[in-house]
DNA sequence: AATCCGGGGAC
DNA sequence: GTCCCAGGATT
């Protein structure tokens, strides 16, 4: 979970999914579903894919204990240089230093690093300094010492250098250069995408979604449940509607669209405004591709937060 | 080596 | 608005 994501933001979805999932054995037996619902909302959903297949391996190929050797520990899907190195130290007191963005910030600071930290050539010096530093023990506490330097003392903007306990050894500061190092991160020109979502509501307040409509968005609902939406230029209303009975077939033929307040969304590096519909109708569209559920209730399935967006804006009106 | 994948909290 | 996060997989 913490992969790319603050510990903030991992805190009550860790909470939740080990009150549901407490055991290697009850994650790896668990409905894939059930897994990505826990997820909804956090994001980078094949951490959640990753982690139930690493749990299957651990149970199938390692007596349902995470595996103490490194190479092994790298075969897990989704456990890469850094997540094996955390657990295998932590949870083994293995020998082996952490790289993440705070301690590549912390290195690059403390031995004045120009350029892109995460230019893999640097990146693996970074590691090689980490690794040179680790003699101290437990290996765990050390690494865990050196990343939380990063967040609270070293950030990324205005570092509290008078509290920090290496300062009279950094070289940035030394040089002057602790908000020119590290460089910051170069990245993608954003792009902007309008897309029309179609929320039915039936006389009792439920309304539909579907999986896997169109290759279009998968980007913005992560291969998860979504409402019938679709990529719009000129006339959203209009495009939604012809998308609508394209995908439903007739029985969208003659609906009342009624606009809702937009809403923002961005994915890595697009900006996209979701322009919600809503299409009040007396029964809802049946097939097999849909799911139906009260329109509060969308917790119970895996979802991507663009999808609840759209499901707010019904709900506040 | 480049690119992709989500989302939000801090500033 | 901008930045970046206890990264990893894929191409």
Redesign the pocket.
């Known amino acids: 979970m913490?992969?790319?994501?603050?510990?903030?933001?991992v805190l009550p979805y860790y909470d939740r999914f080990l009150a549901a999932l407490p055991t290697v054995h009850a994650l790896a037996a668990a409905p894939q579903e059930q897994v990505l619902s826990l997820w909804?909302?956090?994001?980078?959903?094949?951490?959640a894919r990753?982690l139930q297949r690493a749990a299957q391996e651990i149970v199938a190929n390692h007596k349902g204990k995470f595996p103490r050797d490194l190479e092994a520990a790298l075969a897990?899907?989704?456990?890469?240089?850094?997540?094996?190195a955390?657990v295998l130290s932590i949870a083994y007191d293995a020998p082996f230093a952490?790289l993440?963005?705070?301690v590549?910030?912390v290195l690059a600071r403390l031995f004045a690093v120009h350029g892109d930290l995460r230019?893999?050539?640097r990146w693996r010096r970074l590691g090689e300094a980490a690794q040179n530093l680790l003699a101290q023990s437990p290996a765990g506490d050390w690494?865990?010492a050196v990343?939380?330097l990063?967040?609270t003392v070293c950030?990324?903007?205005?570092p509290r250098c008078a509290t920090c306990p290496v300062s009279q050894f950094c070289r940035a500061r030394a040089l002057r250069l602790t908000n020119e190092i590290?460089a910051?991160?170069r990245?993608?020109a954003?792009v902007k995408i309008k897309i029309a979502a179609a929320i039915f509501r039936d006389p009792r307040g439920r309304t539909i979604l579907l999986r896997d409509p169109g290759a279009h968005d998968?980007?913005?609902f992560?291969?998860m449940w979504q409402f019938p939406a679709v990529e719009v230029r000129r006339d959203p209303a209009a495009e939604l509607a012809k998308h609508l009975q394209d995908e439903l077939g007739p029985v969208a033929a003659s609906l009342i669209l009624e606009p809702l307040r937009p809403a923002?969304?961005?994915?890595?590096?697009?900006n996209i405004t979701l322009l919600p519909y809503l299409a009040r109708v007396s029964r809802l569209p049946k097939s097999v591709r849909i799911r139906v559920l009260p329109l509060d209730r969308l917790h119970q399935l895996p979802v991507?937060?663009?999808t609840?967006k759209l499901a707010a804006s019904v709900l506040s009106q």
Not at 2 to 9: D, F, G, M, P, Y
Not at 264 to 270: A, C
Request: no cysteine; net charge positive.
């Open positions: 913490l992969q790319q994501t603050r510990i903030a933001a909804s909302g956090l994001g980078y959903y094949s951490r990753n897990l899907p989704g456990i890469g240089r850094y997540t094996a955390a952490v993440d963005g705070n590549a910030r230019e893999p050539a690494n865990q990343m939380e990063g967040e950030t990324p903007q205005t590290p910051p991160r990245k993608r954003p998968h980007v913005l992560s291969r923002k969304h961005t994915v890595t590096f697009r991507s937060s663009a609840r």
